[in-house]
């Protein structure tokens, strides 16, 4: 098997760290070899963060260089924009259709772009959804994630089942049920 290249990106807070190892799990128990990597920006004050998993028969190194990401998860729309160069020509955006300003735009430094999952609609796959009101809808907006997680997994080749052991291992065990409910529902999207 080929190895493949997955990329999340964030800001910080939005449980990026969480995806990883939730993908991470994924892979490693699926006997395949991982490596995980994480890029922090000013996570803490809302700043871009970045993580790499790549996982295949040997991994040489967690890096996704740009143009190689199979599939890039975004959990807001400015770092989808941000990021979208890592993917590859028929490789997978999934976006969640949350704006977060960024310092710059809060004190007017930079204007917040418009239209931006339509202009990458035109070179890129785009799945866009606004995993916060499904989440929402679930009765915990931290749950978001997952969804996009549930969303990602289609577009993976592992069991559902499988998907829903290692995030039972993964999540906090007062939450599991609430991020396997929050999976299902990125899953049917």
């Given at each position: 098997?080929?190895?493949?290249?997955?990329?999340?990106?964030?800001?910080?807070?939005?449980?990026?760290?969480?995806?990883?190892r939730?993908?991470?799990?994924?892979?490693?128990?699926?006997?395949?070899?991982?490596?995980?990597?994480?890029?922090?920006?000013?996570?803490?004050?809302?700043?871009?963060?970045?993580?790499?998993?790549?996982?295949?028969?040997?991994?040489?190194?967690?890096?996704?260089?740009?143009?190689?990401?199979?599939?890039?998860?975004?959990?807001?729309?400015?770092e989808?924009?941000?990021?979208?160069?890592?993917?590859?020509?028929?490789?997978?955006?999934?976006?969640?259709?949350?704006?977060?300003?960024?310092?710059?735009?809060?004190?007017?430094?930079?204007?917040?772009?418009?239209?931006?999952?339509?202009?990458?609609?035109?070179?890129?796959?785009?799945?866009?959804?606004n995993?916060?009101?499904?989440?929402?809808?679930?009765?915990?907006?931290?749950?978001?994630?997952?969804?996009?997680?549930?969303?990602?997994?289609?577009?993976?080749?592992?069991?559902?089942?499988?998907w829903?052991?290692?995030?039972?291992?993964?999540?906090?065990?007062?939450?599991?049920?609430?991020?396997?409910?929050?999976?299902?529902?990125?899953?049917?999207?």
């Open positions: 098997m080929e190895t493949k290249s997955i990329m999340i990106v964030g800001v910080g807070g939005q449980g990026t760290l969480l995806t990883s939730i993908l991470g799990g994924i892979t490693t128990h699926a006997g395949y070899d991982v490596k995980l990597s994480e890029v922090h920006g000013m996570a803490q004050r809302g700043g871009s963060v970045v993580t790499f998993v790549r996982y295949g028969e040997k991994v040489n190194e967690p890096i996704v260089e740009e143009g190689c990401a199979d599939v890039l998860i975004a959990f807001e729309r400015l989808a924009l941000r990021y979208a160069h890592f993917l590859k020509p028929d490789g997978v955006l999934i976006v969640n259709d949350q704006r977060i300003d960024p310092m710059t735009v809060v004190t007017g430094a930079a204007e917040y772009p418009e239209g931006i999952i339509e202009k990458l609609s035109e070179k890129y796959k785009v799945i866009s959804l995993a916060m009101e499904e989440a929402k809808k679930l009765g915990n907006p931290r749950v978001f994630n997952t969804i996009i997680v549930g969303v990602a997994a289609k577009h993976m080749d592992f069991a559902k089942e499988d829903l052991e290692v995030i039972e291992k993964t999540v906090p065990p007062k939450t599991v049920e609430i991020n396997k409910k929050a999976f299902e529902a990125g899953f049917v999207f």
